[in-house]
T-cell receptor, first 114, second 113 residues
Framework: AQSVTQPDIHITVSEGASLELRCNYS??????LFWYVQSPGQGLQLLLK??????LVQGIKGFEAEFKRSQSSFNLRKPSVHWSDAAEYFC????????????FGKGTTLSVSS | DAGITQSPRHKVTETGTPVTLRCHQT?????MYWYRQDPGHGLRLIHY???????DKGEVSDGYSVSRSKTEDFLLTLESATSSQTSVYFC????????????FGEGSWLTVV
């Protein structure tokens, strides 16, 4: 069955420190992978996505993610966290069939301490 | 930002009453989705549509129905609202091309008392 696991429910990082949010997926073939961010009271905004090719993907707001097929992982990273990055982050997987809905992980809440 | 408008944005209703949430898009995308978001569950698909009058069930469709009479509008109806349907509801759209990026609306907060 297709699934997405985000092992960390809540992470606190100091401002200026590096960040890595973990995402593991289960899928029979190479999936499409996404990271979304949600600020309180807002909808979800796409940070980045992986379809094929270079396994290191650059996104908006200075985020990047690396697809590792051998580990079934798609971890999100940022070298230096800003207080405005505090939000909830969702990893999602989608099959390569046009229009099929994404499957989301349960999310990781990021808090940033000063 | 994708042109998605959800209405109402906030609603409080009583148990047993019908409720309809509306999603309107200006992108002319083929696919539209309704998700619900609950703490500890992430986002779960309720129903989706792949064209006018073409809909299908998602993971948590019980107690919900949908309709799509025009490309731009996708309605979610709770026939008889229950407290377990208190949630945040998100509409999403997708052009349906390979890669399947989905764009989300701002959400509708529904409280059933």
């Amino acid at each position: 069955a297709q699934s997405v696991t985000q092992p960390d429910i809540h992470i606190t990082v100091s401002e200026g420190a590096s960040l890595e949010l973990r995402c593991n997926y289960s899928y029979g073939a190479t999936p499409y992978l996404f990271w979304y961010v949600q600020s309180p009271g807002q909808g979800l905004q796409l940070l980045l996505k992986y379809f094929s090719g270079d396994t290191l993907v650059q996104g908006i707001k200075g985020f990047e993610a690396e697809f590792k097929r051998s580990q079934s992982s798609f971890n999100l990273r940022k070298p230096s966290v800003h207080w405005s990055d505090a939000a909830e982050y969702f990893c999602a997987v989608g099959p390569n069939q046009a229009g099929t809905a994404l499957i989301f992980g349960k999310g990781t809440t990021l808090s940033v301490s000063s | 930002d994708a042109g998605i408008t959800q209405s109402p944005r906030h609603k409080v209703t009583e148990t047993g009453t019908p409720v309809t949430l509306r999603c309107h898009q200006t992108e002319n995308h083929r696919y539209m989705y309704w998700y619900r978001q609950d703490p500890g569950h992430g986002l779960r698909l309720i129903h989706y549509s792949y064209g006018v009058k073409d809909t299908d069930k998602g993971e948590v469709s019980d107690g919900y129905s949908v309709s799509r009479s025009k490309t731009e509008d996708f309605l979610l109806t709770l026939e008889s609202a229950t407290s377990s349907q208190t949630s945040v509801y998100f509409c999403a759209i997708s052009p349906g091309t390979a890669g399947n990026t989905i764009y989300f609306g701002e959400g509708s907060w529904l409280t059933v008392v």
